[in-house]
T-cell receptor, first 114, second 107 residues
């Protein structure tokens, strides 16, 4: 049973470009969570999704950030018009049917904005 | 809003010594998680604590939860270098994370 997969593992974007981060949850998991970790800091919750639904996006910045978890395919975290402050590690986690149950983390995508 | 505080934020200890990391949180919650993160790596789940008085042990680490005091502890016994990492607690359904405790175990 493969774990949570994220790609790319490293992503470099210039200011103003778009960043797309992908997350495939563990097999059988229908809940996906995105977190951001700034250097030397803890994780900050961004968004919680189930298939085709955003359940909680209270941690998402109001502008430029969006997330989806389509019926087929991975969850996508999209950052438009990236700025230097978006440089961080973005972790995806998934959990099985129980809402907000124990979460299993992916390896993360390290985004660098130049 | 739920606030989660860990202390200490930095901990340097010698091999063989014991120490405790604390996780305090501000509102009632019935679940708490401990994770380990090595530099540049993802998070590894250590413990899930789901009830008042829960105690779990794995190797040199033992975690406990007191929901009335809104406090969890992660106790390290006879530390070894391999335990050097950052340890996070996360509280509640919202998985609100503490800032982490960066542990360094020195020979």
């Amino acid at each position: 049973n493969a774990g949570v997969m994220q790609n790319p593992r490293h992503l470099v974007r210039r200011r103003g470009q778009e960043a797309r981060l992908r997350c495939s949850p563990m097999k059988g998991h229908s809940h996906v969570y995105w977190y951001r970790q700034l250097p030397e800091e803890g994780l900050k919750f961004m968004v919680y999704l189930q298939k085709e639904n955003i359940i909680d996006e209270s941690g998402m910045p109001k502008e430029r950030f969006s997330a989806e978890f389509p019926k087929e395919g991975p969850s996508i975290l999209r950052i438009q018009q990236v700025v230097r402050g978006d440089s961080a590690a973005y972790f995806c986690a998934s959990s099985p049917g129980t809402p907000r149950g124990r979460q299993y983390f992916g390896p993360g995508t390290r985004l660098t904005v130049t | 809003e739920l606030k989660v505080e860990q202390n200490p934020l930095f901990l340097s200890m010698q091999e063989g010594k014991n120490y405790t990391i604390y996780c305090n949180y501000s509102t009632t919650s019935d679940r708490l998680y401990w994770y380990r993160q090595d530099p540049g790596k993802s998070l590894e789940s250590l413990f899930v604590l789901l009830s008042n008085g829960a105690v779990k042990q794995e190797g040199r680490l033992m975690a406990s939860l007191d929901t009335k005091a809104r406090l969890s502890t992660l106790h390290i016994t006879a530390a070894v270098h391999d335990l050097s990492a950052t340890y996070f607690c996360a509280v509640g359904e919202d998985m609100r994370f503490g800032a982490g405790t960066r542990l360094t175990v020195k020979p």
